[in-house]
């Protein structure tokens, strides 16, 4: 009889390991937004980050024999991504650049008190986006990761192949830029 | 300064992302459709991994709901034994830290740590200490059970969490205006913050007085606080009431 357990990542590792699909489709489950986010924020696509995504939880899968249960899951997972969405830019040839965009929702815009607020919030948002995408590389890449994303310091690490220290450095100066940047562009008055 | 920090976290819940699809069933269907090595294994594989499927899908189901699921297998000449694994600790996988014992813990940090009183919840399933780049963190664990239901993505049904830091106030007032997501709510004499919606990160001043991020690790609901010095977050798939019912229960350990 089937009794109800807590489904720990490591119970479901463990399954997975032994050839046990459903345990890792609730693992796929669990992680595959933000498999596709840093798919989309290392190869700069948002258009491939599903493809990209997909075939890195595929070779993921397949690699699990390698994988240590005990460690966690996502900063492994993590590498897989990066490789996965280089060999993809590798493949094309092309840089491309990451751009993030805002979604214009609407149901957010109506929990703002007024409709000049609702425009205050878009702006100052349109022009955070604007400092985030001048960025150079490096810091762009570890400040979304941080900030827009929600990985730990060792996931970005893994996402970014670098160092947690140069995680670090990198988003301390992206910050510092963007105050710079942001401090300087004069504020549209309503 | 400290407000595009602020203003960072709130833009990344409207970052226009590549839009929400389930893999799992397209990685599934790719991974059955690869060769195996024996021809006659792979049916067998098919049907334990659909059977894996649906009784993964199942562990959301009710009890009654559960046992007819399992016959149904059975009957199908598929039974599924799931007494003779080893359970790995609760709350592996979060990334909590190192776990310890709570005694340990205490000596560990240089803040108060408060545990709940409360009788139906006892005491924790498991204490973890972690280091942030600030400082420790300790993390008490209290699994699913039929009290506290498994927050979302994950068998655990509470975390609290208490480290030395100070709450970005100003980034919460902010939100407050922009968001219907999170109340300010009054919690043992402080403000505190109460967001739903699955947050990732929310931020913390560190002694230095540093802006830091901290991931979110469960996909419920949380309630934030400061109580001098220290920022202590509820993560769990509990109510508003419920979670500041068992906040107002916190205290020093008893020595026993």
């Known amino acids: 009889m089937v009794e109800g357990r807590p489904l720990d990542e490591e119970a479901l590792v463990v399954s997975a390991q032994s050839g046990d699909l459903g345990a890792y489709a609730e693992l796929v489950r669990r992680h595959q937004q933000t498999v596709v986010r840093v798919a989309m924020i290392v190869s700069g696509s948002s258009a491939d980050a599903e493809d990209i995504a997909q075939d890195a939880l595929v070779k993921a899968y397949l690699a699990l024999n390698r994988y240590h249960a005990d460690r966690p899951f996502r900063p492994w997972l993590m590498r897989i991504v990066r490789n996965e969405a280089l060999n993809r830019r590798r493949g094309t040839g092309r840089r491309v650049r990451l751009e993030l965009r805002a979604s214009h929702d609407p149901a957010s815009l109506d929990a703002a008190p007024s409709p000049e607020a609702a425009v205050i919030a878009r702006d100052e948002q349109a022009m955070l986006l604007a400092a985030i995408n001048d960025l150079p590389q490096g810091q762009r890449e570890a400040v979304a990761c941080r900030y827009l994303v929600g990985l730990t310091e060792e996931e970005t690490a893994r996402a970014l192949g670098i160092a947690r220290g140069t995680v670090k450095s990198r988003t301390a100066r992206g910050l510092a830029s963007l105050r710079g940047s942001l401090q300087s562009t004069p504020q549209k008055v309503v | ?256």
């Open chain 2, 1 to 256: 300064m400290t407000d595009m920090d602020n203003q960072l976290v709130a833009l990344g819940g409207r970052i226009k992302w590549p839009a929400e699809a389930d893999l799992s069933i397209p990685v599934v269907a790719r991974l059955q459709a690869r060769p195996s090595p024996r021809g006659e294994a792979r049916s067998w594989r098919k049907a334990l991994a659909f059977a894996m499927v649906v009784i993964v899908a199942t562990l959301a189901m009710s009890n009654s709901a559960r046992i007819a699921v399992a016959r149904f297998l059975e009957v199908a000449g598929i039974r599924i034994d799931f007494g003779a694994t080893t359970s790995p600790p609760p709350g592996s996988g979060l990334q909590l830290g190192d776990r310890i014992e709570l005694a340990e813990a205490l000596l560990s940090v240089e803040f108060p740590v408060l545990v709940p009183a409360d009788d139906q919840l006892g005491s924790p399933d498991a204490v973890y200490l972690n280091d942030l780049p600030t400082g420790n963190q300790v993390t008490l664990l209290w699994e699913e059970n039929s009290l506290l239901p498994a927050a979302p993505g994950s068998g655990v049904g509470l975390l609290i969490s208490s480290f030395l830091g100070n709450l970005e106030a100003g980034w919460y007032a902010k939100e407050l205006n922009e968001s219907h997501r999170i109340t300010e709510v009054a919690v043992r004499g402080n403000t505190g913050f109460w967001i739903e919606g699955s947050p990732h990160v929310f931020l913390y001043q560190d002694s230095e007085g540093r802006v830091q991020p901290e991931s979110i690790r469960l996909a419920g609901n949380v309630l934030l606080w400061e109580e001098d010095g220290v920022t202590l977050r509820i993560e769990s798939g509990l109510g508003r009431e419920a979670v500041l019912a068992i906040a107002a229960t916190l205290r020093a350990p008893q020595e026993s």
